[in-house]
């Protein structure tokens, strides 16, 4: 079981300012240093277009071992109104080349619309259609529901089913919902602000961590400081590892 601690992205010009990469750093090699400071990055140019095999090759071959990757689902499926009518996009989005990062592929993040209401029958629907491996490589998948009517047993009954994770997410405007329905967790803090170099304050970086914790002992975790004032993320992700220790 492992707790990772992470981000959303590596390329960001304000992290080159003294917020997270070494001054000189060529950009080419920001994700190998940012990489070698965390356990895990959200590979976020998934949910806007299809990547290119050859992509994620090179992100594997310049990450360490033990690092993971999520790879946040395509806007073309998760913001349907039906999400079970993804058909030919689904295709698509698993022939891009996920493959290509072998052990490094890490949970499938699909995040919906704060609009998007709960159905039972369409999530069961959307659930039987996610492969459960890729060219022998097992998937693990989590969804992200922003609207308060996915607070309910019944969902976290189809998520338990399919073992997909529900996400807690601290964010303005969107659900928290801090239920356990899948083998592992998955975390996505959105509530950080500039005032405070670690992004946030260090009695909420100890009650997150404190989560970690309590859902680590059921299996692995993964905790992604991914917004908000985005220029703090790299050093909230960093202040939540030494919690952790």
């Not at 592929?105 to 709960?118: D, E, N, S, V, Y």
């Not at 890729?134 to 047993?153: M, N, Q, T, V, W």
């Not at 009650?207 to 909230?236: H, Q, S, T």
Request: net charge neutral.
């Amino acid at each position: 079981m492992a707790i990772r601690t992470g981000i959303g992205g590596w390329v960001y010009p304000d992290w080159r300012k003294g917020n997270f990469y070494p001054e000189g750093l060529p950009q080419k090699r920001e994700l190998e240093w940012a990489s070698r400071q965390l356990g895990a990055i959200e590979i976020n140019a998934t949910y806007r277009s299809l990547q290119k095999p050859e992509s994620f090759r090179k992100w594997r071959e310049q990450t360490p071992e033990g690092f993971m990757f999520a790879i946040k689902g395509s806007s073309y499926i998760s913001n349907r109104k039906l999400l079970a009518s993804t058909g030919e996009a689904m295709v698509k989005f698993f022939d891009q080349g996920l493959d290509q990062l072998g052990d490094k592929l890490g949970p499938i993040l699909w995040q919906l619309m704060a609009t998007k209401r709960f159905e039972a029958d369409d999530v069961a629907a959307f659930f039987e259609l996610l492969p459960r491996e890729l060219k022998g490589l097992p998937l693990r998948y989590a969804i992200e529901a922003g609207h308060e009517s996915f607070d309910c047993p019944e969902f976290f009954a189809i998520a338990r089913k399919a073992n997909v994770a529900v996400v807690y997410l601290e964010q303005e405007g969107r659900a928290r919902i801090a239920e356990r329905t899948a083998d592992f967790a998955y975390l996505r803090c959105k509530n950080m602000t500039s005032g405070e170099p670690a992004g946030y304050p260090a009695g909420d970086i100890q009650r997150i961590a404190g989560l970690c914790r309590e859902w680590g002992e059921e299996g692995d975790v993964f905790a992604f400081m991914i917004n908000g004032a985005k220029e703090r993320a790299p050093a909230a992700a960093l202040a939540l590892a030494q919690a952790l220790r």
